[in-house]
């Protein structure tokens, strides 16, 4: 079998990208001839798309506009839906009916949990049959046993987060400055691409006014992430809306706590005071950063029940082997004719 996994954006360092890139590692082990595309970034993609069995898309708003452009018809193809197609573009007036079209023209369609599925079945009840429910993977980094202040006595927040507005890193920046009138160890570190020129120009001027204790430090190689789990004390995610986001499952598996906004994927994957926390507006962001500050026991206790939850419901090898599970299903159905 071949698979050729399509992507957007894939060559910039998106979540979305991390995930394709672990997807595609181990579809590699597990024996599945596999090419990856970007489908916003290049054009001429017919040889390859000629030669795969199947086609498993991300994004389905993004992968049909592309079905559009090639002068073959896609046929054999599957969805992984993302947050940003169940968050703004079945919402949106304008996206709406291109995602819905994609998703009943696909041979199966991934979801990353069972909130996601009664989302798409409360509208398309029809796709019952083809949809799958496959926890999202994390790439394996080695967990953090201790936790300690660093020599300059800094309790240091890492956000990674492609900057655009649904991220929502301005609320970050200011709520930790006002945190920092009585915990002035407080520190931030964000990085990740710029993906809105607007907002990205708006974090950098924040972050030059805060310059003392706020760093923007671009776009790190994933790789390097292991050194940032290191030095980091906790991972924050301000996220209006989100999937599942990997680099929350990775700070998680690497034994860090994490303290995030109170949205749909955010919740599917940390359980208020038990894996993380889960804030809900400024002030009580702020109760529980300061609680995190001043309790190292708790940043321990979190961060090991964090990895503990990831290893047991978010392997890689478990997503993978559904994920060809998925695909070998949906290929059998469609020789057979189901729908």
């Not at 006002?178 to 708006?202: A, F, M, N, S, W």
């Not at 924040?206 to 030095?231: C, F, R, T």
């Amino acid at each position: 079998m071949k698979v050729i996994l399509a992507t957007p954006f894939y060559n910039q360092l998106r979540g979305n990208t991390i995930t394709v890139r672990r997807i595609a590692e181990g579809l590699i082990d597990a024996g599945i001839e596999t090419e990856v595309i970007s489908i916003t970034e290049q054009i001429d993609n017919m040889h390859s798309l000629k030669d795969a069995d199947l086609i498993h898309g991300f994004n389905a708003y993004r992968f049909y506009q592309f079905m559009k452009t090639v002068s073959t018809p896609i046929t054999n193809f599957t969805i992984t839906l993302t947050g940003t197609d169940l968050n703004h573009d079945l919402k949106n007036i304008d996206r709406k009916q291109d995602v819905i079209t994609c998703l009943k023209d696909a041979l199966a369609i991934h979801v990353f949990d069972v909130k996601a599925q009664e989302r798409v079945l409360e509208l398309l009840p029809e796709l019952k049959s083809k949809l799958y429910v496959i926890a999202q993977g994390t790439t394996a980094f080695n967990k953090r046993t201790t936790f300690q202040n660093d020599q300059q006595n800094r309790i240091i927040f890492l956000l990674p987060a492609g900057i655009r507005k649904v991220k929502n890193i301005p609320f970050a920046i200011k709520a930790l400055q006002q945190l920092r009138q009585t915990h002035p160890q407080v520190h931030l570190k964000i990085v990740g691409p710029i993906i809105e020129r607007e907002e990205g120009e708006y974090v950098q001027q924040l972050v030059s006014e805060n310059k003392e204790w706020a760093a923007y430090d671009g776009v790190i190689p994933h790789k390097e992430m292991q050194s940032l789990y290191n030095n980091g004390d906790v991972v924050i995610n301000t996220s209006h809306s989100e999937g599942q986001s990997s680099a929350v499952l990775e700070a998680m598996g690497h034994g860090l706590p994490v303290l995030v906004s109170s949205n749909k994927g955010n919740k599917s994957i940390v359980t208020h005071d038990k894996t993380g926390f889960v804030y809900d507006g400024m002030e009580n962001f702020q109760n529980l950063a300061r609680s995190l500050i001043e309790d190292v026991s708790l940043r321990q206790e979190l961060g090991q029940n964090a990895a503990e939850y990831v290893e047991s419901h978010h392997s890689s090898n478990v997503e993978i082997k559904a994920i060809i599970n998925m695909y070998e299903e949906s290929l059998t159905l469609n020789s057979l004719g189901g729908e």
